[in-house]
């Protein structure tokens, strides 16, 4: 006999599982049918992985013609420019003459406190984004900020080290007062009057970096071609801030010198506002998205010092409840259980193992993880 603690949600999947058949019809069937289940899908390669399995979420849609260019400038050494791009909109990044990592920030052009998020792209888009994916917004809001028109093959994307700052400068060269991507971006977004503060992780472009044995980054040879680019088409109303990355000189990120970049504006035609439209009412209006009139009336702190709320009442949201399943198990189903346990992964009990076993399958089998799509035609 083995007592399984399952909370709500998991016990709504074992009624599913349940409902469908083939695994029984009783939860205590369910559970003993999907350990074997599992246990036969380790023995035949199926990863030890514990989370819910991927899978494309794919909108299917023409390539946009673009409208007409509204707008270029171009990036000199070691400069940036904070510019509007409005919803459906494209910008483009152009190397001039190749070789050259641009840092880029982004932020809602009505609400400052929604910016790029490299870790929610990272976790809800992938490590490495390319054509006809999207780069999200922070939590709360969480939403597609710009959709990957174009990426050239040679823009390797770097959205989990941090910008290159004087900090940086002064461990490694012994240069406080260096260029560097922090304060590049400050004074381009100061225009907007946004402070140093503002500046949020950057969303790398054509920065080749890898992770060695010891768990460090380390940079490459830059490998962009003049003409290079990426289009990105704009998902709402955003302030869009590029910068040279001033580290070019100290490491090969910019191959030791530096060269221009072309930013472009493309008016938005017809074709992109469609395709903004199906992307928005894709997955830009999930019931967990939190809108910027939403949070109206939440105050922005006007002072730095941090003072502890005195009418403050704790509200979290609580724990599934609970509840327990008895599992009459064979003797070939307990060793199997003792089995699981004495690898570490599975639990400390045979309850725990069971419950463990019937979530790893049902995050391979049942649910899945949408990562959002286009499929250009």
Not at 171 to 187: F, I, K, R, T
Not at 230 to 244: G, K, R, S, Y
Not at 263 to 291: F, H, N
Request: glycine share 8%; hydrophobic share 40%.
């Amino acid at each position: 006999m083995a007592l399984v603690e399952l909370h709500e949600t998991q016990a709504g999947f074992v009624d599913r599982v349940a409902a469908d058949g083939g695994h029984g019809s009783t939860r205590a069937e369910v559970l003993r049918s999907v350990l074997l289940t599992h246990v036969n899908d380790r023995l035949a390669g199926a990863p030890a992985y514990v989370g819910g399995t991927p899978e494309l979420d794919v909108l299917e849609s023409p390539f946009p013609a673009y409208g007409e260019k509204r707008w270029e400038t171009t990036l000199e050494p070691v400069t940036g420019k904070a510019v509007p791009v409005m919803r459906g909109e494209v910008l483009r990044i152009e190397q001039v003459e190749g070789g050259t990592c641009v840092d880029f920030n982004a932020f809602n052009l009505h609400d400052h406190k929604e910016f790029l998020d490299c870790g929610f792209t990272r976790s809800f888009q992938s490590f490495d984004p390319r054509r006809g994916e999207f780069i999200w917004t922070n939590a709360p809001r969480g939403r597609p900020m710009f959709g990957i028109l174009e990426i050239a093959d040679t823009c390797e994307l770097d959205i989990v080290g941090h910008r290159c700052n004087r900090v940086l400068d002064e461990l490694g060269w012994d240069m406080p007062v260096h260029a560097n991507c922090q304060d590049s971006l400050a004074e381009a977004i100061r225009e907007y009057r946004l402070t140093p503060d503002d500046v949020h992780d950057s969303f790398n472009l054509w920065m080749a970096t890898t992770i060695d044995d010891s768990g460090r980054r380390r940079f490459k040879w830059n490998p962009a071609q003049r003409g290079d680019r990426i289009d990105l088409v704009a998902m709402f109303d955003v302030l869009a801030a590029a910068v040279i990355c001033g580290l070019g000189d100290l490491v090969g990120i910019n191959n030791f010198t530096f060269t221009p970049i072309r930013l472009e504006i493309y008016s938005r035609s017809p074709d992109t506002e469609r395709l903004v439209d199906a992307a928005e009412e894709r997955w830009g209006r999930m019931a967990s998205q939190v809108k910027s009139d939403e949070l109206a009336d939440v105050p922005v702190l006007a002072s730095r010092a941090l003072e502890r709320d005195p009418d403050y009442v704790p509200s979290y949201r609580p724990a599934p409840a609970t509840t327990t399943v008895e599992v009459e198990l064979s003797a070939d189903e307990e060793r199997v259980l003792d089995g699981l346990v004495a690898t570490g992964v599975y639990g400390d009990s045979a309850g725990e193992a069971l419950r463990a076993a019937f979530m790893r399958w049902c995050n391979s089998h049942l649910t899945r993880v949408r990562r959002p799509f286009v499929e250009f035609r």
